[in-house]
């Protein structure tokens, strides 16, 4: 069957995602090949129950042997998104994501919560000063980098740097969001890397703090400390999770209650649901596309041959609306029970920052509707030219009080 639609070209989703594709596709195939220029193509993978099994398989399914993304990465790139967790196998992945963990727990993260209050209404103080917003920059933005800022105890005056480094991160197809560099996409996270040696090195010498840079430098991975070039890739992944996929979250919840004022109507009358709302938000605007594996033996997939060597895409932006998994999948249901949606991963991978992402979503949009009894866009929302980030650049808003 030919496709008639291009799965990999960044413009494709500059509109939003193509559900009515991925609907056909995922009732006739499921795992469909795409071309991508100039290298080599990928499959595609479309349905709940595949994308759950690459991922509950990673030693069949590797992150570690071609990384993360579609495109084929320079060895130097790819050796250095090969330190983070995101693109580590077992029994590696285990080794490092023990120590910190525990950090990551619910219990302890919880104890964030007032914190998490205290920044929420600082940023929404400043907000309501203006009244007229672009909401993603102006104000989602603020939290992540923030909260991250603090679970690392990196300097204050060094938050918007490493904010934007992270937007860049993960948004380098959009020449809005890019830079002038004109480098490659792994130019912001060599940057951030750098910036990271630099402070391992600084606080070796300095005494223990009370914060995630000082677990991670003294703990033991494997059998050995952390090097400061492993605490470099470590840093570039926790800090573009910790920053931009949560304020994709939240910038994309505000987007979709204002399209769905009885939503709004009820979340406001009813706080108790928020959590809920977070939940089909992150199900409704997954804020990543998809994450790659590369197969590491012939298998098949949904009666799909699948050879050695094959980029494999999990499509979460499909998965997440698998119509034998959810009712009414392109329905924004806040009350829907359960939702197993993939945005967080599953398996190996789950995400180490979940119980933070949900603590900052509800507190988010706890301070959100009870500072302003008016939300209101004033512009046409615009999206992030990405195959990878399904998330907004600009969302134009008036709040008032």
Not at 107 to 135: N, P, S, T, W, Y
Not at 291 to 296: C, I, L, Q
């Amino acid at each position: 069957m030919t496709l008639t639609v291009d799965l990999y070209s960044p413009d494709t989703y500059v509109d939003g995602p193509p559900h009515e594709a991925f609907d056909e596709l995922r009732r006739t195939q499921g795992v469909v090949w795409q071309d991508i220029p100039g290298e080599s193509g990928f499959w595609a993978v479309l349905r709940h129950a595949d994308v759950v099994r690459v991922a509950r398989e990673p030693r069949l399914f590797s992150a570690y042997e071609g990384g993360i993304v579609l495109e084929d990465l320079e060895p130097e790139s790819l050796e250095m998104l090969r330190g983070t967790l995101l693109s580590m196998d077992p029994p590696r992945h285990h080794d490092y994501r023990r120590p910190v963990a525990p950090r990551f727990s619910r219990r302890v993260i919880g104890q964030l919560e007032d914190r998490i209050r205290v920044l929420c209404r600082e940023i929404m103080a400043v907000a309501a000063a203006k009244g007229d917003v672009e909401f993603v920059h102006d104000v989602t933005s603020k939290l992540p980098s923030q909260v991250i800022g603090d679970l690392m105890g990196l300097p204050p005056e060094d938050w918007d740097l490493i904010h934007r480094l992270a937007e860049r991160n993960t948004s380098q197809q959009d020449a809005d969001l890019a830079g002038d560099t004109g480098d490659d996409a792994l130019t912001s996270s060599i940057e951030m890397a750098m910036y990271a040696i630099e402070l391992a090195g600084r606080r070796r010498n300095e005494p223990p703090r009370e914060d995630l840079t000082t677990l991670l430098l003294e703990s033991d991975f494997g059998g050995a400390p952390m090097t400061d070039v492993d605490f470099g890739s470590f840093f570039v992944q926790l800090v573009t999770a910790g920053n931009d996929t949560t304020k994709t979250m939240l910038s994309s919840g505000l987007l979709a209650l204002l399209q769905h004022p009885e939503a709004m109507a009820e979340v406001r009358a009813d706080p108790s649901l928020i959590p809920g709302t977070v939940e089909e938000v992150l199900r409704w605007a997954n804020p990543l596309h998809y994450f790659r594996r590369t197969a590491t033996a012939d298998t098949e997939l949904a009666g799909v041959p699948i050879r050695s060597g094959d980029k494999v895409s999990m499509v979460y932006t499909a998965a997440n609306r698998d119509p034998t998994v959810f009712a009414d999948p392109h329905r924004f249901d806040i009350h829907r029970d359960p939702n197993p949606h993939l945005s967080f991963g599953i398996g190996e991978h789950f995400c180490l920052g979940v119980h933070l992402a949900r603590l900052e979503g509800r507190v988010f949009f706890e301070e959100l509707l009870s500072n302003f009894a008016t939300i209101e866009l004033t512009g046409e929302p615009v999206r992030v030219r990405s195959n990878l980030n399904n998330a907004l650049k600009s969302l134009p808003v008036r709040l008032a009080a």
